[in-house]
Every structure is written in C-alpha cells, then in structure tokens.
C-alpha cells in the first residue's frame, strides 16, 4: 500500500480518489505525502465509514479528505460531492474483495482527468511460495472474503486495453501481490 501512495505522484492541487477506503488508512497517508490535493474516499460499508470518518477527523483531515457511501462496482463521479473527475483513483486490496472486479476498474476509468491515472495494488497468484504456503495463504485469505483473481495481470491488462488505457504492472515479492498503474494519454 504505501509503495502505491508513494508511487501516485498527484499534481500540486491536484484530486485522488480510494475506492474502497475501508478505514481511511491510506487516504490519510496520502492526504499527508501531498497536502495540496483535494483527497475524496467512498466505501459501501457504513460500519467502515463511520470509523473512516473518525481517523479523518483525529488526523486532522476532515478538510482535506470528504467521505460517502457508494458501491464500488457502479458509482460515478456524481456521488463524490459534485467532483466531476480525478487526477489519481487508488484501488488497495478491494479488488480481490468484488466479484464484479472489472465492473469496479471501469467506473475507475470513467473518473479520471485527461492524463489522469488508476493506480491499483492486489493480491496476487503466489507463484513463485511453496505449495503449502500458497494454499495455506488462500486459505487463510478465505476467512476474510478475499479471493486472489486468476491470471490477474494478464486479465486486467486486457481490460486496460480495452477501456483505452495503457498499463504498467509489476508482480510484487514472488506473486504475493500485483501493482498496476493505468494511464489515460
């Protein structure tokens, strides 16, 4: 996660956007590293966002950082407080969360700023572990309702493509993990 925030490079006065900002721990991390942008993070769930709102105001943020409710795999622009687009959507661990992951990238995609960009960082195949540690990650992964997409760079690239964007992905510590940038030119 924080490897993603350091890499979003968001444009002095610049906007960024977490999908599924859970807590708000990234979003504050990245309110941090770039105090001028304008920071907005939605979450489906009330429960997270009750808690999210009070770590934005303890840290201090609550100017900085705006919260709402909405559901990953078919929101807009519209929902986030009249923000029409952004110049950075983040995406930390969610996708292997959504079923209808692809759905989730594609709203992304409708939200960005012309040379804007979608960073994203996700569980991935565990290729390179042991057997038994691949397993014994998905099992335990399982618990949480993550399920690790298959062929997950191979898919998401295709889908960039699709949407029109380029993309850079790199696998991370052996296939634990994938980090995506996709850029709109």
């Known amino acids: 996660r924080d490897k993603l925030i350091a890499g979003l490079?968001?444009?002095l006065g610049g906007s960024m956007l977490e999908v599924g900002c859970g807590t708000a721990r990234n979003l504050i991390h990245a309110a941090r590293r770039y105090p001028t942008a304008q920071?907005?993070?939605?979450?489906?769930?009330?429960e997270?966002?009750?808690?999210?709102?009070?770590?934005?105001?303890?840290?201090?943020?609550?100017?900085?950082?705006?919260l709402v409710s909405?559901?990953?795999?078919?929101?807009?622009?519209?929902?986030?407080?009249?923000?029409?687009?952004?110049?950075?959507?983040?995406?930390?661990?969610?996708?292997?969360?959504?079923?209808?992951?692809?759905?989730?990238?594609?709203?992304?995609?409708?939200?960005?700023?012309?040379?804007g960009e979608i960073h994203i960082v996700d569980f991935g195949d565990f290729s390179k572990y042991p057997t038994w540690i691949q397993h014994t990650q998905r099992s335990w992964l399982r618990r949480f309702s993550v399920i690790p997409i298959s062929?997950?760079?191979?898919?998401?690239s295709i889908l960039a493509s699709q949407l029109g964007l380029e993309s850079k992905i790199t696998?991370?510590?052996?296939?634990?993990?994938v980090l995506a940038r996709l850029s709109l030119s």
């Open 171 to 177: 696998r991370l510590y052996g296939g634990y993990a």
């Open 39 to 46: 920071a907005y993070g939605f979450d489906v769930s009330e």
């Open 70 to 115: 909405a559901d990953a795999t078919a929101f807009s622009s519209d929902e986030l407080n009249g923000a029409p687009v952004f110049d950075r959507v983040f995406i930390s661990y969610a996708l292997s969360m959504i079923p209808g992951w692809r759905d989730v990238v594609s709203c992304a995609a409708t939200c960005i700023a012309q040379g």
């Open 48 to 66: 997270m966002l009750r808690t999210a709102r009070a770590s934005v105001e303890r840290a201090g943020l609550d100017t900085q950082i705006q």
């Open 151 to 156: 062929d997950f760079e191979d898919e998401l």
């Open 9 to 11: 490079d968001v444009p």
